[in-house]
């Protein structure tokens, strides 16, 4: 692994960057940072809130996790953000992590909060705020990054609602059109944030994250800074 200097810009986000030479090295690396949070949150404070972002690479990561050794009853489980589509549909990020990892642990069903996205962005949004409101700090925050240098599902050109934890998108340039995402003031309230950013696809957004460009991505900006796991792209 190489490490990249802290990159300060995009209205002041401190940005620590990591750069892997395999998709094997950027997973074993997320995977032991997430089990070291775990290990920290819990000696700390007795519990351990992650909250769990889709795509191809966190899929991996949460594989790895199934097999993991952790005090599972101590883990509580979020989603930085969803699609308004039925429960049980192939393309909700909740299903997904339940099929490869969560439904496969002994995480209390209780302390795994999926976004109600098939209620409708609307209702949907109102739910999970409920569900976040008088949480502290997240342990630990995942995110990606889209090639339009989304996050979540904060997108360019988009206006977002800060002033709750968990707000309702229409007009996704992605399908569906309507999602849930937790706001970007409440995914900056965490300890840890971690980007995973993978794939050629993803070399501009980050070009223009380097250079101080005001991409989506930028705005998730935790006490602490965010580090930025990367694989394919340069680090220029």
């Not at 395999?22 to 995977?31: G, K, P, T």
């Not at 995942?142 to 998108?169: I, K, M």
Request: negative net charge.
């Amino acid at each position: 692994m190489q490490n990249a200097s802290q990159l300060i810009g995009a209205d002041s986000q401190i940005s620590h960057w990591h750069s892997f030479e395999s998709q094997e090295s950027i997973n074993q690396a997320v995977l032991k940072r997430i089990l070291q949070a775990a290990d920290s949150a819990i000696a700390a404070r007795g519990s351990f809130s992650i909250v769990l972002a889709g795509g191809s690479t966190p899929k991996q990561v949460y594989a790895l996790l199934r097999h993991a050794d952790a005090d599972w009853s101590k883990w509580h489980v979020y989603h930085n953000d969803d699609r308004c589509l039925p429960a049980d549909h192939a393309d909700r990020n909740s299903l997904m992590a339940r099929q490869v990892w969560l439904d496969h642990v002994a995480i209390p069903a209780n302390q795994i909060h999926d976004i109600p996205a098939e209620l409708g962005p609307v209702e949907g949004a109102k739910a999970y705020a409920e569900t976040l409101k008088g949480l502290g700090d997240f342990d630990l925050v995942l995110l990606g990054v889209g090639e339009d240098g989304h996050t979540a599902s904060l997108f360019p050109g988009h206006t977002w609602d800060d002033s709750v934890d968990a707000f309702p998108v229409f007009d996704s340039p992605k399908p569906p059109a309507e999602r849930i995402s937790i706001s970007a003031r409440r995914l900056s309230q965490a300890r840890e944030v971690m980007f995973l950013v993978t794939g050629a696809g993803k070399q501009e957004a980050v070009d223009n994250w380097r250079r101080g460009v005001a991409i989506p991505a930028t705005v998730i900006r935790p006490e602490a800074g965010v580090d930025v796991y990367c694989f394919g792209v340069k680090l220029s």
